[in-house]
């Protein structure tokens, strides 16, 4: 095999999709990384994509530049392939952001998932529509903080996030939102990039969060990009919202942008915060 220098996935491409597609063929429950802040979870024979990536369309954007996005780990799976799999009924974007609203990634899921519907902030909702396009649109369902919406099974709930401020348009409406997602007896909660803002623990303490996806790369204004929780941040959040789990996110794509895990294990050890660690494409159960 060609070392290419990248961390390699625990699964990728077939190998990955042949996982998901015995969860989904025996309606069990799961959920996987797919790198950076994206999540796939499935469950009663649907499935749910948080925020995904897949593409290199922001190494190809800043290559040359003094902002160079170096890829670190291996993609997992090609968008389309993801796509194919023809039981997609959601898929988020917290931001504008491409590394959380990706044409390359998004055009895919959403032309081989018909039924499937883009939950967005509402205050990004002209900006989402030229970079997918205006067919795009009439496929989005718009949010704000404290506003909910069901899409098929699912429960949407829009929380305000911080990326560095929780920063609103001229209407009021919040620019970067997280998730809580209620499902089939189960509570997600995906944070999309965001630091600890004061009225974050209260409105996600209402929920009994079962399992939280939360940005571990930290806030380093030398990076010159927007900063997100940190692993010591991120485990303490966790603990404050009661959440019966969490797994880390938000690094180890980019090299200019990462963190290792280890003070977020550390600070879950202490706190007695349950957490999982997951490679890109290594799934579990919840």
């Known amino acids: 095999m060609m070392d290419t220098g990248l961390k390699l996935a625990f699964a990728k491409d077939e190998s990955f999709l042949g996982g998901v597609r015995r969860v989904l063929d025996a309606r069990g429950a799961g959920v996987w990384w797919l790198g950076q802040s994206g999540f796939l979870v ?10 995904p990536y897949l593409s290199d369309s922001l190494t190809r954007k800043y290559a040359g530049t003094a902002k160079p996005h170096v890829r670190m780990t291996e993609r997992v799976v090609d968008a389309a392939a993801l796509g194919a799999l023809g039981v997609i009924d959601a898929v988020t974007s917290s931001h504008q952001h491409t590394d ?9 899921l959403l032309s081989a998932n018909p039924q499937a519907r883009l939950v967005l902030p509402a205050a990004i909702r002209e900006f989402a529509a030229e970079r997918l396009g205006p067919g795009a649109a009439a496929r ?4 704000d903080d404290g506003q909910s919406a069901r899409v098929g099974g699912m429960e949407f ?5 911080a990326h560095n401020a929780v920063e609103r348009d001229a209407l009021g409406r919040c620019r970067f939102l997280g998730y809580v997602v209620q499902w089939s007896g189960t509570t997600f909660y995906h944070s999309g990039d965001t630091l ?11 929920f009994k969060i079962d399992l939280a996806f939360l940005p571990i790369n930290g806030d380093r204004p030398e990076r010159g990009v927007a900063g997100n929780l940190n692993g010591v941040e991120a485990a303490r959040l966790a603990h404050a919202v009661g959440a019966r789990r969490v797994i880390p996110c938000h690094y180890d794509l980019f090299a200019f942008n990462t963190a290792p895990p280890d003070e977020f294990i550390a600070e879950c050890r202490a706190l007695g915060q349950p957490c999982q660690v997951l490679r890109p494409g290594e799934g579990c159960s919840f």
């Open 42 to 51: 499935a469950q009663d024979g649907r499935a749910l994509v948080f925020d």
């Open 100 to 108: 959380h609203l990706d044409a390359e990634t998004l055009g895919p």
């Open 140 to 143: 989005f369902v718009e949010l």
């Open 157 to 161: 709930h829009g929380i305000a996030a």
């Open 196 to 206: 600890w803002h004061d009225g974050l623990v209260p409105a996600l303490r209402r």
